[in-house]
């Protein structure tokens, strides 16, 4: 007997469901999901609803340029679902498709932003890469990142003295812990005496907090305490404990399973750093050509303006040598023992090897790419990126970036509301939260255009050393602050935790975000420790959270409610804004496969 169909076509085409985790796209025969190879096989599926009027299913692909069409077969039933399927050979490095689906009232097409009605671009195809190798340990790992000089002094004796140096017309100047940290002039030379030795004597903090992973911000010889004003990038700042400091963190956190990435300045360099003296001395000079001089000495490219931090040309064959090509490269030598870092971040990536005319940027980041991967296979290479990065995403750049866009912004502006501020001139957005149908289509806006593989290794986060603390943006409501966090750790993607954030640590703007950590436990926010604590064990003990498919289920005014599943386990995760709870009501968990009545723990 054939099924009685609703007339709410909507209703059932809301079960219609793809993305490009293993529940949906299968490896066949002893093809590796993480590493696909040309030749290989996959089998690709769609899960509909029980019930839905679905006439048939293509997949649509476009190979060599000419588009092609698979019918697919209908397989199997589940509870609440049934599944159709097609087998796909990778005949080409990156491989777009999307599915026509026909149904009563005409077709639709299914691609990574949903159901479309009429004819997709195939900027949102799902896309799988045939030749790269995903970051394996990436599905496991919690990030921490940390400010070094401000998260624990482990030995004294190499604080930063007052006077000892001056940067910016400032004084350096030996600050006491726990004192706030100042604004305006000298605000980048206060040092707190936070160290490498100070990460090693509280790694078991890190422990009980459930993260794995480390990522600090530069450590490298440098005269501020944010350290981009790199002098040396052969030598650990002696004010962080120097080289040996680093090799006996890195013993430690290797002893523990915790991963370590550093952050790295490659798109410019202190004004002290000797290649730079040597080109500003003679125009002649070997560095020379590592620097745009507009008028030599004086007058020359740098980061926004500000003269301290020359802009590196990459024009300069032999700057790419020193920074990433050669065998004694800065990019390659801490990738190796005793350090054997686990991969790096590139500060301000979006404008790497780029100005004006001369447009290095995507060359360049293939370059690292290949010396880094060529190094170290299994290193993680994470861009710093605060807008649209998804034309570095396709596998040939950056493993990932931080998600700024794709996942801070949304969400924040979801629990806080909105500002824009225009460089130089000042604030020219200030408004109140933005609906959830906006941050959804955020969030999916930026998962859609890129290949499922690389948005499981985008690093996400809620705070950093460059913005507002969390707390403090969501004005240090509990429940807000909980659905931040919640999100972030149950999201598609690497989720990191800003030091202190655990234990509830505020600060407006980038400044004031850089507090010390407290380490007497009376300061901390308890109930807030152990919330992060219960939402890390969650992300590291559940499979549909580290590495399940991604459906949204439900969005109203004020709250959002997702589905994340594996074939072995399926979670729901509700995000609710307030101001009150979310009134008891059923969820739509049918159009996720999940039989009403289902009881979940």
């Known amino acids: 007997m054939e099924p009685q169909h609703s007339t709410d076509l909507a209703t059932f085409l809301a079960a219609v469901h793809h993305d490009g985790s293993g529940r949906y796209v299968r490896p066949v025969g002893d093809a590796d999901p993480g590493h696909w190879r040309i030749g290989d096989e996959v089998r690709l599926r769609v899960r509909v609803g029980r019930d839905d009027p679905i006439a048939s299913l293509y997949v649509r692909t476009c190979p060599d340029g000419e588009q092609a069409f698979q019918e697919m077969t209908e397989v199997a039933a589940g509870p609440a679902c049934r599944w159709w399927e097609a087998t796909l050979r990778l005949d080409v490095p990156t491989t777009n498709y999307r599915f026509l689906v026909k149904v009563p009232d005409g077709h639709r097409w299914l691609n990574g932003a949903g159901l479309q009605p009429g004819i997709p671009t195939d900027a949102n195809d799902f896309r799988l890469l045939a030749g790269y190798d995903a970051t394996d340990w990436l599905a496991d790992r919690v990030f921490y990142q940390i400010f070094p000089d401000r998260f624990a002094n482990g030995d004294p004796a190499n604080d930063v003295p007052t006077d000892a140096w001056t940067y910016r017309g400032a ?178 990536a979006n404008m790497l090897a780029r100005k004006g005319p001369d447009q290095m940027g995507v060359e360049v980041a293939r370059e690292i790419r290949a010396a880094v991967k060529g190094e170290a296979p299994n290193a993680y290479l994470f861009g710093e990126n605060t807008y649209d990065a998804i034309a570095t995403l396709g596998g040939d750049q950056w493993d990932g970036v931080m998600n700024y866009t794709g996942f801070t912004a949304p969400v924040v502006q979801w629990l806080a509301g909105v500002e824009y501020w225009n460089p130089g001139k000042g604030r020219i957005l200030d408004e109140g939260p933005i609906p959830t149908t906006a941050m959804v289509a955020t969030l999916d806006a930026f998962r859609a255009a890129i290949p499922w593989i690389i948005a499981r290794q985008q690093y996400n986060l809620v705070g950093s050393h460059d913005t507002t603390r969390i707390r403090t943006a969501v004005g240090g409501d509990p429940g807000r602050l909980r659905a931040a966090l919640g999100l972030l750790l149950t999201y598609v993607g690497v989720p990191s935790i800003f030091y202190g954030d655990e234990v509830g640590l505020e600060g407006r703007g980038d400044i004031l975000a850089r507090r010390t950590m407290p380490w007497d436990a009376s300061a901390w926010d308890t109930q807030l420790l152990e919330d992060v604590r219960t939402l890390t064990t969650a992300r590291r003990t559940s499979p549909a959270l580290r590495e399940g498919g991604f459906q949204v289920l439900e969005v109203t005014d004020n709250t959002l409610a997702f589905l994340r599943d594996t074939d072995a386990e399926a979670a729901i995760v509700v995000a609710n804004r307030g101001p009150d709870e979310r009134a008891a009501s059923p969820l739509p968990v049918s159009r996720g496969a999940i039989a009403d009545g289902t009881a979940f723990e």
């Open 171 to 348: 004084p350096a100047v030996k600050r006491a812990w726990g004192e706030p940290p100042k604004r305006g002039r000298g605000a980048l030379v206060e040092f707190f005496g936070g160290d490498l030795q100070g990460i090693e004597q509280h790694l078991d903090h890190l422990d009980r907090l459930g993260v794995n992973a480390l990522y600090l911000t530069p450590i490298f010889d440098a005269r501020s305490n944010h350290g981009y004003d790199i002098v040396d990038y052969d030598h650990v700042a002696a004010h962080l404990g120097g080289n040996e400091a680093l090799a006996a963190l890195r013993a430690a956190t290797a002893a523990r399973d915790i991963r370590l990435i550093l952050d790295i300045a490659p798109n410019h360099i202190g004004v002290e750093h000797p290649w730079f003296q040597a080109a500003r001395a003679d125009a002649a000079a070997a560095t020379a050509a590592y620097f745009i001089f507009r008028s030599h000495p004086d007058e020359y490219e740098s980061w926004m303006g500000h003269d301290t931090l020359p802009k590196l040309d990459y024009r300069s064959t032999a700057l790419r040598s020193a920074m990433y090509q050669g065998s004694d490269s800065v990019f390659r030598k801490w990738l190796r023992p005793p350090y054997s870092i686990d991969g790096w971040r590139l500060d301000v």
